[in-house]
């Protein structure tokens, strides 16, 4: 089949990461792939072209051109199926033929309203988790799914654990609540503890970053900012992985890194994280909980070698099985035929 997967936005967020993925796989199928995407910014329409992908980049001056110029360029084009990658696309060719709706996370209350409008005579709508299903009428899962992770974990100082964290330097992230925990942790914990923190305030108004900088600045234990750097960078540096998300996570990419990675996992239960580890993982805290965070944060951190490894191994299973671009090309595969077969 010939397939058109159309960019949310020119950036790349986790989202565009899922579309290279679905890119990958599709191609791995057999079917021929297009990859359209605004002119400016043009990180992703770079990336793709830099993977040997067919690219059409749009005219974008604004997200309104944008919208507009992918609608009269899909009832021009002969492709069988428009992979709509987030709301934007969606909406931009609503009510038109062929059309797959693939939503990475939920609309905000804003944006809600425009749901029907984005679905509306679509083939289907899929969504990465059952918590996000659960939200969207209609939907069918596709759970997202990630490259295994080459680390080259080396030990730290004897006796210091390095706890990290990655992703975007907000509340709602749950770093704040991340540094509370373990501050709390270090004053009991007969190790050393660092915290290695990789990202950056991307996308934070102003009085979240101060809130953020403020409380890394009053860290009670040693902080390193590496920046962002890419995975095996990062998981390579850290000796436990925490996700300790406030808002309601529609994924989890991050832990289905770390489980691919084989690093020690503590996650929160905000959103589709428990989803991801299995909701009798041991290792789950309370969303926002500070002391709930820290009590667990504890028992992964003095935990036996034998139910650390137990733990990583049960989490890296899980992933090759449901996470992993095996089991990814596996479920586009069946959604595919799915089509043909309607």
């Not at 041991?282 to 650390?308: H, M, N, Y």
């Amino acid at each position: 089949m010939k397939i058109a997967i159309a960019a949310n936005n020119g950036d790349m967020g986790g989202g565009e990461v899922m579309l290279l993925a679905l890119a990958r796989e599709s191609a791995a199928l057999g079917h021929e792939v297009e990859i359209i995407g605004p002119e400016e910014p043009g990180a992703l329409i770079a990336k793709a072209r830099e993977h040997g992908y067919r690219v059409t980049p749009l005219r974008s001056t604004s997200r309104i051109k944008y919208m507009i110029s992918l609608r009269r360029w899909w009832r021009g084009h002969n492709a069988d199926i428009l992979w709509c990658n987030g709301l934007l696309p969606a909406v931009a060719t609503s009510g038109m033929k062929r059309r797959i709706v693939h939503l990475h996370q939920i609309p905000s209350a804003k944006l809600r309203r425009l749901l029907p409008i984005a679905m509306l005579k679509s083939m289907r709508v899929i969504v990465p988790s059952d918590h996000m299903r659960e939200q969207v009428p209609g939907s069918v899962l596709l759970p997202n799914w990630s490259n295994k992770v080459e680390t080259t974990r080396a030990s730290g100082s004897v006796g210091e654990v390095r706890i990290g964290f990655i992703g975007r330097f907000s509340s709602d992230k749950g770093l704040p609540t991340l540094i509370d925990a373990t501050n709390f942790v270090s004053q009991s914990s007969s190790k050393s503890l660092k915290l290695v923190l990789a990202g950056a305030p991307r996308f934070v108004g102003e009085e979240d970053q101060k809130r953020v900088k403020d409380s890394i600045d009053g860290s009670g234990v040693p902080v390193e900012q590496i920046g962002w750097v890419p995975p095996s960078e990062f998981f390579s540096n850290v000796d436990i992985v925490v996700v300790p998300s406030v808002w309601q996570e529609p994924f989890g990419l991050v832990a289905t890194e770390a489980m691919s990675a084989k690093v020690p996992l503590v996650v929160s239960d905000a959103g589709a994280l428990p989803e991801i580890v299995g909701k009798e993982y041991p290792w789950i805290a309370k969303a926002g909980d500070w002391e709930a965070l820290a009590e667990v944060l504890s028992r992964a951190i003095e935990a036996t070698d034998f139910e650390i490894q137990a733990n990583i191994d049960r989490l890296h299973e899980r992933w090759r099985n449901l996470f992993s671009p095996e089991a990814g090309r596996r479920g586009l595969a069946d959604l595919v035929n799915s089509l043909r077969e309607a």
